[in-house]
């Protein structure tokens, strides 16, 4: 098997449907040196696309203000060059040292900030097993497996001290409550308020 038959199998497997995304980061970062110069590349890196929106890690806050500053004539650059249109970039020097986004980004993968959300939970190695995927196509024992993978996941979380529903912990720590229950808590205050 040579390189070339691996980039074939690339480019196949990118025309696979769901892969749109992945196929736009990896031409925007093969676009990316000539769009904002050989002396500022070297101090970004693009991360993830997420909701049509492209995230940059620079080196310092400096240079994401200064890149912030210029991201209309950037966003327009890349959209004169890309077949999905963005519709912002934005850049920040939080994740510049973080080794994860840059495994990811010398593997051409769209990293996603998903995992950072404090709603999101770890998914401990049992349940993600195989034996709580679904089998064949059966509807009754998919939905059955799926509810069981629902249930067991939510035996694992933590509970909320106002509504009593399985909580991640980012919320608890976050907020002391689930998210439901302090999004229902700001809009109160945002109610008295008025």
Not at 38 to 65: D, F, G, M, N
Not at 143 to 154: E, L, P, V
Request: net charge positive; glycine share 2%.
């Amino acid at each position: 098997m040579s390189f070339n038959s691996i980039s074939k199998l690339l480019e196949a497997l990118e025309k696979q449907p769901g892969w749109e995304q992945q196929r736009q980061y990896r031409r925007l970062v093969q676009l990316w040196q000539g769009i904002v110069g050989e002396k500022i590349v070297p101090h970004t890196r693009p991360l993830y696309i997420s909701r049509q929106v492209l995230w940059v890690a620079t080196s310092s806050s400096v240079i994401a203000q200064e890149l912030s500053l210029k991201r209309y004539s950037l966003l327009k650059k890349l959209n004169d060059r890309l077949s999905d249109p963005l519709v912002d970039v934005r850049f920040s020097p939080a994740r510049w040292h973080d080794r994860n986004t840059r495994k990811a980004d010398s593997l051409n993968l769209c990293a996603s900030n998903e995992r950072e959300h404090p709603s999101q939970w770890a998914i401990d190695e049992e349940l993600s097993s195989s034996k709580h995927l679904p089998e064949g196509n059966d509807p009754k024992t998919a939905f059955a497996r799926w509810a069981k993978f629902i249930q067991d996941r939510s035996h694992s979380l933590s509970v909320c001290p106002v509504c009593q529903s399985p909580t991640p912990k980012g919320e608890l720590q976050r907020w002391d409550m689930c998210a439901y229950c302090v999004s229902k808590q700001w809009a109160q205050s945002d109610l008295d308020k008025t």
